[in-house]
Structures are given as C-alpha cells and as structure tokens.
C-alpha cells in the first residue's frame, strides 16, 4: 500500500473521496494540517523539573567530556 498526502480544494473532491472510502478502495486517514508548531511548544511543560534538571546534568556532562 502507498500513503499520498492530497490537500482538498473543493467540498466535492472530499465527497468523492469518501465515495472511495465506502466502496473500500481507499482509506482516508486525518492529518494535522498545522505542523508549523515548533517543537519546543508542542512539548513545552510535559517534563517534571526534576527529569528537565538530570537531562541537563547528563547534557553538561557530555559536553565536557568531548571538550
């Protein structure tokens, strides 16, 4: 099977597409359209400051290491 990315234009085209999807030739999957998000936003807060603080301990501690 072959994934496309096809961007609508016209509420008929998506119709057609549905169409498709009922005869079972064509499944249409949901895409975020929105992927200008930087990924510092998408995962802004999702750490504890606890894990934040080790990770940048380990970071610092690479960093010197190859200094």
């Given at each position: 099977m072959e994934t496309?990315?096809?961007?609508?234009?016209n509420n008929k085209a998506l119709k057609l597409l549905?169409?498709?999807?009922?005869?079972?030739l064509i499944k249409l999957l949901k895409r975020?359209?929105?992927?200008?998000?930087?990924l510092s936003e998408k995962y802004a807060g999702k750490l504890s400051a606890a894990t934040v603080e080790k990770l940048q301990q380990?970071?610092?501690?690479?960093r010197n290491?190859?200094?």
């Open positions: 496309i990315v096809v961007q609508i234009t549905q169409e498709l999807e009922n005869l079972h975020n359209a929105d992927t200008s998000q930087k380990h970071l610092q501690q690479s290491e190859w200094g």
